[in-house]
């Protein structure tokens, strides 16, 4: 079985490049491979062909139920969001990056298009078919999945998500240590003369 290439400590020429598209019955077999893959590792929710090596227009998402991206294309995306993403690609190396909370794809293997979103589900909307749930969990699987599902799809283009990464500013909140304060760390000593 194919193992998913560290890129910090390995060289991966496909994973900076769009792969070729292909054919439904190979795009198949390639996912097979990709989720026996996955539930192997039991440490990720997709993974996209070029990652193990595959030069194919293939990815799998796992995070609410299995998905096979065959070919797949981005018709439209809207409601920016910003969301810390990982990738066992670069393990331990996550970044904050801007995605879309909701999404509408294409995929080879469906006549129709596919709608992604982590909009919250307003709680007089559920049609009898669906199933119960708790609506906050639910919300923050949806929105996983369409974060996911873009991921993947940047994969197979040849983009990761460090090209995507933004610095996110953060207000201060707590007091500023004084120089003669004692240190938070905890150590008793001032500040000073501790971790500054």
């Not at 390639?30 to 192997?40: D, K, R």
């Not at 299995?66 to 810390?84: A, G, T």
């Not at 996911?148 to 998500?161: A, F, P, T, Y």
Request: overall charge neutral; hydrophobic content about 30%.
């Amino acid at each position: 079985m194919r193992k998913v290439i560290n890129c910090i400590k390995d060289t991966n020429p496909l994973i900076n490049q769009k792969l070729k598209e292909v054919s439904v019955e190979e795009g198949i077999s390639i996912a097979t491979e990709l989720f026996q893959i996955l539930n192997s590792r039991k440490d990720g929710i997709g993974l996209a062909a070029n990652q193990v090596g595959i030069d194919a227009q293939v990815a799998v998402v796992n995070v609410r139920k299995p998905l096979i991206l065959i070919n797949p294309k981005i018709i439209s995306q809207e409601n920016e969001v910003p969301y810390y993403e990982g990738c066992l690609s670069y393990p331990k190396k996550g970044v904050n990056t801007k995605r879309y909370r909701d999404i509408v794809i294409k995929t080879e293997q469906e006549e129709s298009e596919w709608y992604f979103s982590g909009a919250p589900n307003p709680s007089d909307g559920k049609g009898s078919w669906e199933e119960d749930s708790k609506s906050e969990d639910d919300t923050q699987l949806r929105l996983l999945e369409s974060i996911c599902v873009q991921h993947e799809i940047d994969h197979l283009n040849g983009i990761i998500c460090m090209d995507r990464k933004i610095e996110m500013s953060y207000k201060r909140t707590e007091k500023k240590v004084g120089r003669n304060e004692p240190c938070p760390c905890g150590s008793g000593k001032k500040y000073k003369k501790c971790c500054h």
